[in-house]
């Protein structure tokens, strides 16, 4: 492939570029993909008109996140962001063909955003998925360190704003108290949710434990790990003995 000359992203700039340079420029947008880095778009001449290209960066920045292992979800995804946008997407390519001149300012940004959203949607995914995967065994260590206690799957409390959320687990603790259990994973979804039913729960019942479960200490950063300590009881690794827990149903 020929390597495209960086442009920042200016549209006049960009615009500009892509008309004097007959091989094509490589454009930085100013679209941020989730675990660092800028969405780059290609724009190549095809005739009177132009091919705006990510030229896989998305399935590249999968990579570099160690996502190897795509499933036929991810790629149907994919195929669903580019279609909502009026783009294709051909091997982990999305892409624009037929581009005028003065459109090409919105195909650049169509392209870079479903790169962005592409990336997010199978991070979001797999985290959903190892969720399920962590809560299932969370729910087999609860019953294995309480065999006698209720401890509710999905179970749902409400907070200062009245609202009622659901948490994986809810423990039926001794003088009408409960402690609730969420499975927290490092994407900014699930450390969200996580952090407004916690901050919620706390502010109308601030002695409920609010336990959060962690896969392991040393996947996380350490800046997200403190927003989930600000609101719970304690983060949870489940590689590690959870050995004062067995105090909270005495």
Same mark, same amino acid.
């Not at 063909?97 to 991070?123: E, H, I, K, M, T």
């Not at 900014?188 to 392991?216: C, G, M, N």
């Not at 790990?225 to 067995?246: E, N, T, Y």
């Given at each position: 492939?020929?390597? $495209? ?5 200016? #549209?006049?700039? &960009?615009?500009? +570029?892509? !008309?004097? /340079?007959?091989?094509?420029? =490589? ?76 459109? $090409? ?5 169509? #392209?870079?955003? &479903?790169?962005? +959203?592409? !990336?997010? /949607?199978?991070?979001?995914? =797999? ?124």
């Amino acid at each position: 492939m020929t390597l $495209l000359k960086p442009i920042a992203f200016d #549209v006049s700039r &960009a615009v500009g +570029a892509a !008309v004097a /340079a007959p091989e094509g420029v =490589r454009i930085e947008t100013t679209t941020l993909l989730p675990g660092g880095g800028v969405a780059a778009v290609s724009v190549r001449p095809a005739g009177e008109s132009f091919v705006v290209s990510d030229d896989g960066v998305a399935r590249s920045a999968l990579l570099t996140l160690m996502v190897h292992d795509l499933a036929a979800a991810d790629f149907r995804r994919g195929r669903e962001i580019a279609e909502a946008s009026g783009l294709t997407f051909d091997d982990d390519i999305f892409s624009l063909g037929d581009v005028s001149l003065a459109q $090409l300012p919105a195909a650049v940004a169509f #392209v870079a955003d &479903a790169s962005r +959203a592409w !990336v997010q /949607a199978v991070l979001d995914r =797999r985290a959903r998925r190892a969720e399920r995967d962590l809560a299932h065994r969370t729910a087999e260590r609860l019953k294995e360190m309480f065999p006698a206690a209720h401890v509710e799957p999905e179970g749902e409390l409400m907070g200062a704003s009245t609202k009622t959320h659901r948490f994986d687990f809810v423990m039926t603790l001794p003088g009408n108290r409960y402690a609730a259990f969420q499975t927290v994973s490092p994407v900014p979804t699930s450390i969200a949710a996580t952090h407004l039913k916690f901050y919620d729960l706390s502010q109308v019942h601030p002695d409920w434990p609010r336990e959060a479960i962690v896969e392991s200490y040393s996947l996380w950063r350490a800046d997200d790990l403190a927003v989930i300590a600000q609101v719970s009881s304690h983060v949870r690794d489940f590689a590690k003995p959870w050995l004062d827990l067995a105090s909270l149903h005495a």
